[in-house]
């Protein structure tokens, strides 16, 4: 069982540290990220086996110019979201099942539907076809993408999708990015 308390500091640091503000060490997402692999692992197994290589995952993004968050405000998420999400919400999140990956997942017709995608894959993340992708998917379900959900501090935050071009195009980003929705 990992010993969250212990954990925590260390924790926090790391995670203020790639995300490129301090995170609270009562966060909901660091508590809610820590619960969802606590039991699974030992604390050694969690640090080595989950927590490093995702913050590894986290900062390789960030060095390839992809937003972590916007105005304090967690576009890849820690954990699923505590909020009820309506029929087209979808959010990015660190994978917990196999660490090193991040999950795209998005509401349709009641359903949590997931790409995951490993970090030689990560590439992808923000990439048109990808997106395109997603986009196949949830339509043969009969749904389309409306919202992003974002985690702050005081809640979730939902990005309408004609925003997205504004919140994922840094300069930085190379052109196959999204450019537009």
Known sequence: MV???HLRPY???QLSDVYGFAIPADAGEVQRFVSEIRGRFSVDSFLHNCFDPTMTMLR???DRGIPLHTDRKLIILLSRPVVNLEDGDFYFQ???SSPGSI?????CLGKLNLTSMKQENLHRLLDVDLYAEMCREA???GSIFKRLVLSEES???FVPVSELHQLLKPPS???QVIRSI
């Open 3 to 5: 010993d969250f308390d």
């Open 11 to 13: 924790i926090v640091r």
């Open 60 to 62: 390789n993004l960030k």
């Open 94 to 96: 660190v994978g917990i």
């Open 103 to 107: 999950s795209v997942k998005y509401k």
């Open 139 to 141: 339509g043969l379900r």
């Open 155 to 157: 809640g979730y935050h």
């Open 173 to 175: 980003l190379p052109r």
